[in-house]
């Protein structure tokens, strides 16, 4: 089983930028895929983006273009990089883990292992 901390969020206004980064402990995420998640309030959780055990990337409709998943794994980190923010960006960001190579799908139940969640906020 893989532990997820996630970290980096916060508050930014509209336009602004945030990177956020999961940390895994107790197996390597290289070989699986990994997904950034969020679920805002009175809202389902939304996939944002996954990365495959061969670093293939996929992302939602409503963050293509501005954000970008990416992986170190000598630090076994997942990254989220989050540009031209926007107030409907507001959500708490969960990092998840497959345990597979491959990533089926960005639905939440194809996911196995997930951090606590990390806040983030845009204002106008």
């Known amino acids: 089983q893989v532990q997820l901390v996630e970290s980096g969020g916060g508050s930014v206004q509209a336009g602004g930028s945030l990177r956020l980064s999961c940390a895994a402990s107790g197996n390597t995420i290289s070989r699986s895929c990994m997904g950034w998640f969020r679920q805002a309030p009175g809202k389902e959780r939304e996939g944002v983006a996954f990365?495959?055990?061969?670093?293939?990337?996929a992302y939602g409709d409503s963050v293509k273009g501005r954000f970008t998943i990416s992986k170190d794994t000598a630090q076994n980190t997942l990254y989220l990089q989050m540009n031209s923010l926007k107030p409907e960006d507001t959500a708490i960001y969960y990092c998840?883990?497959?345990?597979?190579?491959?990533?089926?799908?960005?639905?939440?139940?194809?996911?196995?292992?997930w951090g606590q969640g990390t806040q983030v906020t845009v204002s106008s």
């Open positions: 998840a883990h497959r345990r597979a190579w491959y990533c089926a799908s960005m639905v939440a139940t194809d996911f196995d292992d």
């Open positions: 990365i495959t055990g061969g670093d293939y990337t």
